[in-house]
Structures are given as C-alpha cells and as structure tokens.
C-alpha cells in the first residue's frame, strides 16, 4: 500500500527567503508523485507532477521538485517565497495504471505555508 | 471554460437529516471521486467512480452514498448515520483512458463545507 509523509504541518518563512517543504512516499511500485496546493475555502490545484523522465520537475508559480528514488522523497522547493505563496500544500502519490489502487491518490496531511514580510 | 462545479458552495443541516451534495463536470472525463477534508487530516477518499453506473468505496464510505446515473455528475449523500459530517467536501475527477489518466492526476472541484447542527 502506498502512503506519503509530509514533515513539518506548518513552516513559516519569510519573504524573499527559500521555500523547502518536505515529502516521504511508499510504494511497492514505482510510483506518480503531484504536489497540490490549496488557498482557504477552496479547491485543490496542481503545481506539478513527477511521472517518468527527467527527475527535477518544474511547476507552477516558480516551484520544483526533485524525485529522489534512493531517498523515496519528492520535497518542493521555491527559490525566493512571495506572499501570495501563503496557502496549504499536498503532496499525493498514485501508483501506475495496471495496480489495484488504479488511478487513486494517496494524499499526505498538508503543510500549511506562512509568508512573513 | 471546462471544469468542475460543486454546489452550493456552504451547506447547513440539522442532525439526523440527509443530505446531498452535487458535483458536476464537462471535462468529459470518466472518473470522477469524492474526498472529505478535515483539518490536519489531508484528504481521505470516500467514494470512487471509474465508469458510468459503477463505483467503489474508498477508505472512509459509511454513512455516504453516490450514484453514477451520467458521467457528469456524481452526487454525494450523506446520510444521516455519519457520525461526524461536518467537513469540507471535494469532488475531482480524471480521465480514465489515455494521455494524463494513467498518471492519476485529477482535478478538483472548489469544494462544499457541511455544517451539521
């Protein structure tokens, strides 16, 4: 079964400074990793995703993420955090097509970001 | 624009009354999926559809329902046997065919927020 660890609920930085928010999965397969991001009341939107290929993946708003297989991590980075970044982030893993789990998301509990100026 | 739409977007109940709540979609996607958020919890499935008149539940079904009549629409009940209904509800969906399916990647409506008095 696949599950995904985020460390850190919430993580405060301040304006201008490097965002680094962290991401554990497992998987018995090799796995989907998305990171989602979610401003208060509203719906999840994708920042980025990690399928196949190239292990640094960019995203929306400046952020990227590294796929790290020896480290099972996939943490999301921004060089210089903006206050508009102020939102709660997801990590998820899906497992490939062809496993039980089908096209289902395994979503860590959140990080919360706060931007400071 | 193509999307997904939630409706309403705040709903209010009294104790021991059903209640649905609507998701709809013109993406012409063919999955479609029902998250309940809580706070510090993440997101956890409550229901899953992969095609029209089928679905599965996902890790917390009791005391919810669905029904798949049209692959637009999904609607959620929650019936008054949920012990604790009140949350933030958020319906996605995926395609479940080619192209970005296979990743799992879905797209999320902008949620409902039950409160239960």
Redesign the interface.
């Known amino acids: 079964a696949q599950s995904v660890t985020q460390l850190g609920s919430h993580v405060s930085v301040s304006e201008g400074a490097l965002v680094l928010l962290r991401c554990n999965y497992s998987s018995s397969v090799p796995p989907y990793l998305f990171w989602y991001v979610q401003y208060p009341n509203q719906g999840l939107q994708l920042l980025l995703k990690y399928t196949t290929g190239a292990t640094l993946v960019k995203g929306i708003n400046g952020f990227e993420a590294e796929f790290k297989k020896s480290e099972t991590s996939f943490h999301l980075t921004k060089p210089s955090a903006h206050m508009s970044d102020a939102a709660e982030y997801f990590c998820a893993v899906s497992e490939k097509a062809g496993g039980t789990s089908y096209g289902k998301l395994t979503f860590g509990q959140g990080t919360i970001l706060t931007v400071h100026p | 624009d193509g999307g997904?739409t939630?409706s309403p977007k705040y709903l209010f109940r009294k104790e021991g009354q059903n209640v649905t709540l609507s998701c709809e979609q013109n993406l012409n996607h063919d999955?479609m999926?029902w998250y309940r958020q809580d706070p510090?919890?993440?997101?956890r499935?409550i229901y899953?559809s992969?095609i029209v008149n089928d679905f599965q539940k996902?890790d917390i079904a009791e005391g919810y329902s669905v029904s798949r009549e049209k692959k637009e629409s999904f609607p959620l009940t929650v019936t008054s046997a949920q012990k604790n209904p009140t949350a933030?509800y958020?319906c996605?969906s995926?395609i479940?065919k080619t192209g970005t399916?296979?990743?799992?990647?879905?797209?999320?409506?902008?949620?409902t927020?039950l409160t239960v008095t």
């Open positions: 997904i939630q999955a999926y510090g919890q993440g997101l499935l899953y992969q996902g933030f958020l996605a995926s479940d399916a296979l990743t799992g990647e879905q797209y999320f409506g902008p949620g927020r």
